[in-house]
């Protein structure tokens, strides 16, 4: 088992972006632009946020990875040159592509580049043909981990290295959405709506519910489950021991569209949890805990094992959307801080929010911030506040104007 194991995190925004970083992780992953997976779902940065992005990663000594893993046509050489070019000049650490295009200009200028999942690389041959060019390779998400631990023992082996001098690295999908389609090549959104996945214009029509109907009779065959091409979530914090013990090294979670807190919360569970195991620390308890923190932010519902413990996809989101066990609530912006009693301001412009709820702030440079609203005035006389109304309360971070206040509420009756 490696010891450096990297926690790759999503960042579709800012906001995420400083997530992602407070949590822990060694390196992010974005979008600029069309040409990525997420280029209609997520908030994608312009080839202007990079130089930005690379500056405050730097900061924190986070690597940078531009997604650029698309279906390419003709027409988008150009953009695909000019975000390689403008990738290079502000020092992105490395491209995740699959078009073979994209990957041979992007070696040709000098960029590092990591194989996409796209790619589908499912045996040790195609890793080697990859090494060639890239130093980390993102094997296809339907193998099983005794194949992908055949796969890390022949690099070992047979001392694959790529253009860096280095054993290749292996990466995989630890946690967040599945497609039907497994590793994402999906035809149903351009075959329905002319609106391409490849392309990251998914409209995901797989996630809403359908009837079976026999066109023979007309009779609608009963299904328990109407969902029924909607997977659950991934989740592999259980099996972290055995994904390490499988030779994997960089472990990459799902979730570009998904908000600061859940960047925040499922960052910091899957730090942990590699932390634990390489401490001899990581024990079913603290499993259990995991779990229930990750349960809190956006969720299918989980299926804990996937393909990799060589489990047959059979279990079904159930519902349209988030299954989480908390929700948040937006009531406010920060109007001021006070550095020296660490006091954060607010204006309060919807809902209500009272002494001993749980909050978050978010915003660019603040990230994601949990934290109890124990004051809501100097004196502590206010135990409710609604809208229009101006508060503050005690914070350890440093909040800045503008930044966003919610109310974070148990869900009631949300089963898993």
Known sequence: MQKNIEIMAPAGSF??????????????????????MRSRSANNFTTKDLKEIVKI??????????????????HDMALMQKICDTAKAANISAVILSDIAALNYARKIGLEVHMSTQANITNIEAVK???????????????????????????????IKGPSGNPIQIEIFVHGALCVAISGKCYMSIATYNSSANRGACLQNCRRSYKLIDEETG?????????????????????????????????????????????????KAYKEAVESHLNNTYTKEKIKNWTKELETVFNRGFW???????????????????????????????????????????????????????????????????????????EGKIKKATKKTTITIPVDKKIRKNDKLFVIKDIKNNAK
């Open 57 to 74: 990663c730097k900061n924190h000594k986070v690597k940078t990875y531009l997604a650029l893993n698309t279906v390419m046509y003709d």
């Open 219 to 267: 009779d609608e065959l009963r299904v328990e489950n109407k969902y029924i091409m909607s997977p659950k979530d991934l989740c592999t914090i259980g099996f972290i021991d055995k994904i390490l013990d499988a030779g994997v090294s960089v472990l990459k979670i799902e979730g570009r569209g998904r908000s600061p807190d859940y960047v925040f919360k499922v960052v």
């Open 304 to 378: 804990h094992g996937g393909y990799y413990l060589g489990k047959q996809l059979g279990e079904w989101s159930g519902v349209y959307g988030s299954k989480a066990t908390k929700e948040k609530t937006f009531v406010g912006v920060a109007s001021n801080y006070y550095p020296k009693a660490k006091v954060a301001q607010f204006e309060l412009e919807a809902g209500e929010i009272s002494i001993g709820d749980e909050i978050l702030i978010t915003g660019p440079t603040t990230g994601a911030y949990f934290t109890t609203a124990s004051k809501l005035d100097k």
């Open 15 to 36: 906001e995420s972006l400083r997530a992602a970083i407070d949590a822990g992780a060694n390196s992010v992953y974005f979008g600029i632009e069309q040409l990525n």
């Open 129 to 159: 043909f990859y090494a060639q060019y890239a130093d980390v390779i993102v094997l296809a998400r339907e193998l099983t981990l005794k194949q992908i631990n055949e796969i890390t023992n022949q690099i070992k082996e047979q001392n």
